[in-house]
């Protein structure tokens, strides 16, 4: 799966506010999971999929696929670099608060998990219809959190198991 | 309000679950708490495409990615990719990997006292054409062992990785070999309760594609969602 990595989704012209988004996938024991792939999916810095059944009437950017592929290293950690989104339409006719949809693939894990990175300090968060089906406690899982110091950094981490686990949603799969 | 269509759920049994004790790796990797059951909205019914372009023009044929050939026997791997409705997903990459003739991945982390061979990586891409057709040529691959338990070993196997129109139809999977003595015994392959939907993993031997003197054929047919999916395993 090596050829399609791309950790950098970022291509030439393309508009928006540019984010690195850095963290590790653990498992049970907090220990690290060296062999995952990390594949992102998102929107324009418009809020327009590239994509024929996104047929809202906003921009498309040649540079911008909205696709990303990540490996994990030894000590469980990937990063990759792209846009914030802007905000697509939700099921309950509303805007969705900026997101990624992630899907995560390994070893011991038969079927794909399927979680979402939203982004810290966004007032649309409050209001997001996915975000409103989560228990408010386990929200804080799907939020990616600026690193001090580091301004465009965020950290956003999966843990499989445990009191902090992951949400990880049900697409029917 | 726009209603998105969504696709249908697989019927119970069809698809593994997270958890499979008997797969050791599953035990420390499955998530413990229930899944978020949501709706499908724009960014589930949308996904990443590619253009023909990325595929690589050598990338379907395993056996001719390098200066010389693999050691093992040639075979052909062909089929359709069908959506829940039977018909043809057109255009969509297929990306394979598999372990050498001698049951070796070409991978850092795969240390089975088995031999390299120089002349295969067991990588391979391809895109389907306008009607859901694909097809590799490569080497059977050997069986393995591996950790899982006492004198484990995983039956010959090809992984599949399929993205398909949709996020909602990614699908990473192995495909097996019709006869395999080693099926009965695989937690993986098992881990699918479902016995008709678990055989759809198994691919079928492929007569008509066949190639006189030079390589027999095998014939795996991929169904993302409905009634039909073939199940995932990753």
Request: proline share 9%.
């Amino acid at each position: 799966m090596q050829w399609l990595v791309r950790d950098n989704l970022v291509g030439e012209g393309v508009s928006g506010e540019r984010v690195t988004i850095q963290g590790r996938v653990l498992d049970g024991d907090g220990a690290p999971v060296a062999d995952a792939v990390v594949e992102i999916w998102q929107a324009n810095a418009h809020g327009k999929y590239a994509h024929p059944e996104d047929t809202q009437n906003k921009p498309l950017e040649p540079g911008f696929t909205g696709y990303g592929r990540v490996g994990t290293n030894r000590e469980g950690g990937f990063r990759f670099t792209t846009i914030k989104p802007g905000p697509v339409p939700g099921p309950d006719g509303k805007e969705q608060a900026p997101h990624l949809l992630v899907s995560l693939l390994m070893r011991g894990l038969l079927r794909r998990l399927v979680t979402r990175i939203y982004f810290s300090n966004e007032q649309r968060n409050a209001r997001d219809y996915i975000l409103n089906l989560v228990e408010p406690e386990r929200r804080g899982t799907l939020i990616a959190q600026a690193v001090d110091g580091h301004p465009g950094l965020l950290e956003w981490n999966v843990h499989l198991q445990g009191e902090h686990e992951t949400v990880f949603f049900d697409l029917g799969l | 309000m726009t209603q998105i269509a969504g696709y249908r759920a697989p019927f119970p049994g069809t698809q593994p679950p997270h958890l499979h004790p008997t797969y050791f790796s599953s035990i420390k990797r499955a998530p413990t708490k229930p899944q978020i059951r949501i709706p499908y909205t724009l960014s589930e019914v949308t996904g990443p495409t590619f253009k023909a372009e990325i595929v690589q023009p050598k990338a379907y044929d395993l056996t001719r990615q390098h200066r010389g050939e693999p050691i093992g026997e040639r075979i052909i791997v062909s089929g359709r990719v069908l959506d829940e409705n039977s018909r043809p997903v057109p255009n969509t990459l297929v990306e394979i990997w598999q372990a050498n003739a001698a049951g070796r991945y070409h991978h850092e982390v795969d240390q089975h006292n088995a031999p390299l061979d120089p002349n295969f990586s067991g990588c391979g891409h391809t895109m389907t054409d306008s009607e859901g057709r694909y097809r590799f040529v490569t080497i059977r691959p050997g069986e393995y062992p591996w950790r899982n338990h006492y004198n484990a070993w995983r039956p010959k196997h090809i992984h599949f990785s399929l993205f398909g129109p949709a996020v909602a139809t990614r699908l990473v999977t192995q495909m097996y070999f019709p006869g395999d003595s080693l099926l009965p015994f695989d937690p993986i392959f098992n881990c699918t309760a479902d016995e008709k939907a678990r055989n759809r993993l198994i691919s079928v031997f492929d007569w008509e594609n066949t190639i006189p003197d030079e390589a027999l054929a095998y014939r795996f047919d991929l169904i993302l969602r409905g009634r039909e999916a073939t199940p995932m395993e990753e």
